[in-house]
């Protein structure tokens, strides 16, 4: 997994490349103009929003914070323009995150912490509509989109737990699952700059709004919030 310090690399670098690119050419660049179809490639950072029962209870009984689940994301686009500026897109995602936790207020016998991992992945399929702000042979072009779609996710937490069920507060080991699928729907800004004939650079800010019932394994704990925001950077190549 791209450690969270290296994966805000891609985005540096894209931004790097686009300004070197908007200089090189004078701020005139083909780009996309022209064509009817583009395929894109991102690298950024997800961050769990964490709004619901859930997350409260975790920040409540276990250290850490929504914060340690900001992770890498790679997501892939095709758009079909229907005009101009217009295009539908079709997306993909894929996030996986994963944070060490400990009991805020319990310790085992010998006074070490108790620990258990916790992991969550989300894949999204989503549709949408993509507008560019501008014509797309400008040096740099702004752009803003929404769609909706369905995401899957996976939740497990494995290690070691507390039964508090029991009088002496048993210490066991464990594993536990749930996944499933919820509807819901995404917004987005950014800004691409052409650095070739057909290709381009761009950097954007996803947002999405998404949550599930939990079940399984986890019957009884609520929602489970899936929002959040992605920031990335990518490579577009048109056809």
């Known amino acids: 997994m791209i450690g969270k310090k290296l994966m805000w690399l891609a985005p540096v670098l894209m931004l790097l490349l ?20 583009i395929f894109r490639f991102d690298l950024g950072s ?13 920040a409540a009984d276990f250290t850490g914070d929504s914060g340690d689940f900001d992770d890498a994301a790679i997501g892939i686009e095709w758009v079909r323009f229907l005009g101009d500026r217009l295009g539908l897109a079709f997306s993909g995602s894929f996030y996986e995150g994963a944070a060490r936790q400990e009991y805020l207020r319990f310790e085992d016998q010998f006074g070490a912490p108790i620990r258990h991992t916790t992991e969550l992945d989300i894949s999204s399929f989503t549709l949408g509509l993509l507008v560019h702000l501008a014509q797309r042979d ?21 290690g070691d737990f507390i ?22 729907y995404y917004w987005r800004a950014g800004l691409e700059a052409p650095i070739a004939t057909n290709w381009s650079v761009y950097a954007e800010g996803r947002w999405q709004r998404v949550d599930d019932e939990l079940g ?18 990518g490579l577009s190549v048109s056809f």
Do not use: C, M
């Not at 997800?46 to 975790?58: R, V």
């Not at 400008?138 to 494995?158: C, I, K, M, N, T």
């Open 46 to 58: 997800f961050e769990p929003e964490a709004d619901s029962q859930y997350w409260s209870d975790k």
């Open 18 to 37: 686009a300004s070197h690119a908007v200089a090189a050419n004078g701020g005139g660049t083909r780009g996309h103009w022209g064509e009817d179809q």
């Open 163 to 184: 039964d508090f069920t029991t009088a002496d507060f048993e210490i066991f080991d464990d594993f536990f699952e749930d996944e499933g699928g919820a509807l819901g």
């Open 216 to 233: 399984s394994d986890f019957e009884g704990l609520g929602e489970l919030d899936l929002s959040g925001r992605t920031l990335s950077a």
């Open 138 to 158: 400008r040096a740099l072009v702004p752009y803003v989109g929404l769609g909706g779609g369905v995401w899957a996710w996976r939740l497990r937490e494995f």
